[in-house]
């Protein structure tokens, strides 16, 4: 499974300071030792102490909020990757039980918090960029534990909670195996949860979570999360995303339409289109505004149906212009060619080949559909049928093994199926000890010329799935076995024999693969 490596921007630190939530605890001794096993970094100690602070007094605020500082320190110096996040998430609950009995204490909590996330956030980019260029398992699960921690401090905020899956699942493609698989199906709570939280969810992360139901053998919940992908993105309007320097001017003009409009604003900002077809052009350029904003970070991204389709960027006062042809783009494919796949999972065969049908009418020249559509047709014996939509397929992709194969497999099967029915024709006349009629005569010459000629067509695909699978290919075999068929109903004794060590004892030759 390719899983796109999502950007991880730092976060600003800003001007937040971190105010220690502490008072005079000479009161309690409890919470005297606690202090000074924190100092002393003892933090289970520290922790034991402040609990049987608040063993004598439940509602004791300072007690809380000082339980919250040993926790995140304990994640931040001491606890493995897997008991990070926990941390913090016990240290938010503590939180809120300061909060509670002393409501007095909220706006420094919040500052405490702010400047936690952002800590946080940022030290899981790092991590993620350091897993990137030392491509181990341990640096992905650490910055999967800092994502986690972020999540924790913030819950509503769903950055942290998809980047934290994304991590985990290359951890998970690092471990490989079974193992690995286990490790994929543990995220898919995680996606689950951002879903549940982001208004506009990435396409990335619903086509991933459709891949991991799938690969978990849950078609059916792989088919409802992509045909919610699909109503979604497909809904989204066209726009221009303006970002970079935060609070940068800017101005330009969009063409759309066949109108012409002028823009401002400043960054962040996004300009709905009222188009989402034809040609769509953008121009932008810093605002001088009197003062040259040489200095400032200028990026313009075209998005529609939830995708980027063109991006750029300048840090000078050059223009920046965006032209595309929205008719010309197919963002969502992919995840249409999901749904399909995981309506043919469903086993609801007949329901995916209409939607195959109805896919294939509007992108006639998508190979992987025809192909798709022509191997549901061969599984189903509909021989003719699926030798017209794999031609197809073959024809505008002649280098996959896997559709030469199908293809060959298509003609083969219906070779097969006039020669049974050219055997029970003879086996009635010589059962009836007699000879045929001339309309018996005609039909058996007919069903032999005509098994011979779909045999004889099984053999070029066959031969180039033969050749393009090379000498350890997946379809070697099956291609082997079906041609040794092929060749002895056409007579090559000669080809026959040359391709039977290459069929071996296993090799398939009743039918088709279907479409993956």
Sequence with gaps: MTIRQSALFALALGTLGLLVLSGCSAGNPNMSAAEDAMEQERYERALANVDSAIAQDSANAQA????ARILRQMADSTAPPEAYKQRYRQARQAEEKAIKFDPGRRSDIKNQRELAFIQEFQKGADAFNRAQQSSQKSDYLRAAAYFGAAGAIRPDSTGPIRNEAFA????????????GMQEMSNVIPILERY???EDEPEKDVY?????????????????????????????????FRIQGTRGLSYTGTIEAGGTSRQVEGTTPDRIELSTSDGMVTGTFRKQDGGKKQTKGRLQVGLYTQGTQVANSRTTALEEITISEDLSSVTPLAELQNQRLSALNSTGNTEKAMQAYRQQIERNPENARYRYNYGSLLLNSDRYDEAIEQLSEAVKLDSD?????????AAYLNKGVVLQDSLVSVRDSVMAQNRKPTQEEAQMIKDLDEQRLQFFQNAIPPLERARQLSGANGQYRQNACSALLQAYVQT???DKAEDVKQCAGAGGNTSGGSGGR
């Excluded at 809380?64 to 339980?67: N, Q």
């Excluded at 985990?168 to 193992?179: F, H, I, P, V, W």
């Design 195 to 197: 879903l549940k939280k």
């Design 168 to 179: 985990r699942l290359q951890a998970a493609r690092l471990e490989g195996g079974d193992q």
């Design 207 to 239: 086509s991933i979570l459709s891949q991991l139901y799938r690969q978990g053998d849950q078609p059916e919940r792989a088919l409802e999360v992509t045909e919610r992908a699909l109503d979604d993105l497909s809904s989204r309007p066209t726009h």
């Design 400 to 408: 996959d093994p896997k559709k030469q194969y199908n293809l060959g």
């Design 64 to 67: 809380y909020a000082m339980k």
């Design 491 to 493: 007579e090559q004794t």
